[in-house]
């Protein structure tokens, strides 16, 4: 991204203004107007280069600002790709409908929201999406709930806490690649990096549902089961279709490139969905690559839950990424990052306070716009040259994102994702946020992680780590 300090056409109290006004824009046509964020995004360039033409910058260089901004994205882009077919590939290869199969089994009447809570990490972790994980089988454990007559909240704060875990861990999670493409950092090694924060979140939060959890409970999992069923009919729950995962985890072990690593995973999950397709059907399968998995089934949370994947289904975060990057590469070159920021960026040369400016400006965007992919992408770019000046390396900053980006956005309210999950699993998402243990903690440890210096690498630590 440019950092364009030369020409700085505009005061301290222009850039609050211009920045107020982007952030309650995006918002209205978000969260009051229901807009996809691409249409207040474009609004918001349209509205940046009027002003940046007002301030007699030249069109040519504002074009490049934002060509120059787009371009900090194909890392990105690239990786989106790649997880669009790794998806569809352990769809039809039956990778993650095993992987649902056997967390399904664990389930039992005892500690319901603590297992509740571990299972839907486990789905989140293999689909790699918390909205699809909270929206099918988290659909199932609320009417389990419902049942046996335990609570909504809780039961819809251990499905949003699970989900947004898996999510966040998961290398096939499009927010988990946006954090660590943002700030140039490899994939997994973000990843490994957020088992500081992530581990004992998730301890924290397994006591917590295991304290708030019934002794035991009487009754018949019956729609559980029928998924079950359903998956077996679908010959899609075998032993070797869980081969691609340990491919893909003994490659990301051995610190593989992602492009290699996802690859190797897919190609290997397309051998074994030979064995498991009429050979009627093999012409079908380079087309899933591109268009996704569609199930034929009559059960509808199994079609909801498998029907995805696919080059296709990754262009809605592909074009929100470049056009958010590109925003930020003119609001680079008019100088308004730099001047907003040089107003409260004294004292981030101490590493708690840059840690927690951080989580800070995280968390505000996501309230004011509503949106994770803006809060990670606009706080990554304008938090990173202070991390490069502070010396840290940058993986402490994809985890500060991650950890107040990625998971806060389900506690607001009217945020995106709190609209999508209120709506589908029937549980305000007031009711549920306080409950939703996991997401609070998050963002906690990673300031306690931020004053304590643990876990915070160095720059020059970074062939140690």
């Known amino acids: 991204m440019q950092q364009m300090s030369r020409s700085q056409v505009v005061s301290p109290i222009e850039a609050i203004i211009m920045i107020l006004l982007l952030l309650s824009g995006i918002g209205f046509g978000i969260i009051k107007l229901q807009l996809v964020p691409h249409v207040p995004v474009i609004l918001a360039i349209l509205f940046l280069l009027s002003y940046g033409i007002v301030k007699k910058i030249k069109v040519k260089d504002l074009e490049t600002a934002l060509v120059e901004g787009a371009k900090s ?9 790649f997880i669009g077919v790794l998806i569809s590939s352990w769809m039809v290869g039956g990778t993650i409908p095993t992987f649902i199969y056997l967390a399904l089994e664990l389930i039992s009447g005892k500690w319901f929201y603590a297992i509740v809570f571990v299972l839907t990490a486990c789905i989140g972790l293999g689909i790699g999406s918390s909205l699809t994980t909270a929206a099918t089988v988290g659909v199932a454990f609320i009417s389990i709930a419902d049942v046996f007559g335990l609570s909504s909240a809780i039961t819809a704060g251990a499905i949003v806490s699970g989900a947004f875990l898996g999510d966040k861990m998961s290398p096939l999670s499009d927010t988990t690649t946006l954090a660590a493409a943002t700030v140039k950092v ?3 090694e973000h990843i490994k990096n957020m088992t500081w924060t992530t581990v004992p979140a998730f301890i924290l939060s397994f006591l917590l549902f295991l304290m708030l959890s019934p002794s035991d409970i009487a009754g018949n999992f019956g729609q559980v089961i029928m998924i079950q069923e359903e998956l077996r009919y679908l010959n899609l729950v075998h032993w070797y279709s869980l081969i691609p995962f340990f491919v893909l985890a003994v490659l990301a072990f051995k610190k593989v490139p992602s492009v290699i690593t996802l690859g190797s995973s897919s190609l290997t999950a397309l051998g074994i969905s030979l064995l498991i397709t009429d050979k009627e059907s093999w012409a079908e399968i380079p087309s899933i690559l591109y268009s996704g998995f569609k199930v034929d089934t009559e059960m509808e949370v199994v079609h909801s839950l498998l029907s995805r994947g696919g080059v296709e289904s990754m262009f809605f975060s592909i074009s929100l990424v470049l056009l958010a990057l590109s925003m930020g590469g003119i609001l680079s070159r008019i100088g308004i990052l730099s001047v907003f920021f040089s107003l409260f960026i004294k004292g981030t040369a101490k590493v708690s306070v840059l840690i927690t400016s951080t989580v800070a400006t995280a968390l505000g ?3 004011l716009v509503g949106e994770q992919y803006l809060s990670i992408i606009m706080t990554g770019n304008l938090f990173e040259p202070y991390y490069q000046k502070a010396g840290l390396h940058p993986k402490n900053l994809s985890r500060a994102l991650e950890d107040a980006g990625t998971v806060i956005n389900p506690l607001v309210p009217w945020g995106v994702c709190g ?24 963002p906690i440890l990673t300031i306690v992680a931020g004053w304590t210096k643990i876990s915070i690498k160095m720059i020059e630590q970074k062939a140690a780590a």
Not at 73 to 81: D, E, K, P, S, Y
Not at 419 to 442: D, H, K, N, P
Request: proline share 0%; with cysteine; aromatic share 18%.
């Open 73 to 81: 994205g194909v890392g990105a882009v690239l990786i989106f790709l």
């Open 186 to 188: 490899d994939l997994f």
């Open 365 to 367: 965007i996501n309230i």
């Open 419 to 442: 609209v999508f999950l209120t709506g589908v699993l029937g549980v305000q998402t007031i009711e549920y946020a306080m409950f939703a243990f996991f997401c609070i903690l998050s």
